[in-house]
């Protein structure tokens, strides 16, 4: 899987394209079946992959794209990083609402496949971050990351890079259904929620309050 065009395939081979219940306006390569693609990517061992989570429309990702698509003036001829981006999704939606230039940073090569093909599906273009950039100085004026507290060490760099960002004057938006290490909404301004359906085979529950917040200059 050295090669793009195999990211491609197996992507395709193991997805579906379909539309996110919270989010209809976005075609997604979306997984069914959770335990068998996670099953299919540990088996590719000797690419030690992370987990598929591009494969998923988590519902802190389906919030923020909603809101994104519902303000799109917010958005509209800006430059936009979409932090985590998974299958793309937020980034899709930045896009649609008329971002000027939308990039999406992974550390997963099949994340970034994903993204590409999702961009396809859409008819947007959004430009690949394939590294870790947290610490960064950002030439983003806009952050957006959707579900991305679900690990203490992970929430506690990315948010420590956030608030200093959001301090330079960047407008950083985030999206969370209550992970374990959101911080809450102190030095925060919520703006909306949203009630996501979800599946049980990655979450507790059949649906997820998932609010989408800005972080406050001064936090």
Not at 116 to 142: C, F, H, M, Q
């Amino acid at each position: 899987m050295h090669k793009s065009i195999d990211r491609e395939r197996f992507i395709c081979a193991k997805t579906t394209l379909a539309k996110p219940r919270l989010v209809p306006e976005i075609a997604l390569h979306l997984s069914g079946d959770a335990f068998s693609l996670w099953e299919d990517t540990e088996s590719l061992t000797a690419h030690q992959l992370p987990p598929p989570y591009w494969a998923f429309a988590w519902p802190g990702g389906q919030a923020l794209a909603r809101y994104v698509l519902d303000h799109p003036e917010e958005f509209f001829g800006r430059t936009v990083l979409d932090f985590g981006s998974g299958s793309g999704l937020v980034a899709v939606a930045a896009a649609k609402s008329g971002a000027d230039c939308v990039c999406a940073a992974e550390i997963d090569a099949l994340a970034h496949a994903a993204v590409a093909l999702n961009a396809k599906a859409n008819s947007v273009y959004i430009e690949p971050i394939e590294s870790d950039i947290i610490g960064e100085r950002a030439r983003w004026r806009t952050v957006l990351a959707g579900d991305m507290c679900y690990e203490r060490p992970l929430a506690e760099r990315l948010l420590s890079w956030l608030r200093a960002l959001a301090a330079s004057g960047v407008r950083v938006f985030l999206g969370d259904p209550g992970r374990n290490y959101f911080p809450g909404d102190e030095g925060m301004t919520r703006l909306a929620t949203y009630t996501v359906p979800t599946s049980l085979d990655l979450e507790d529950r059949n649906k997820r309050d998932a609010s989408v917040y800005r972080l406050d200059p001064a936090a």
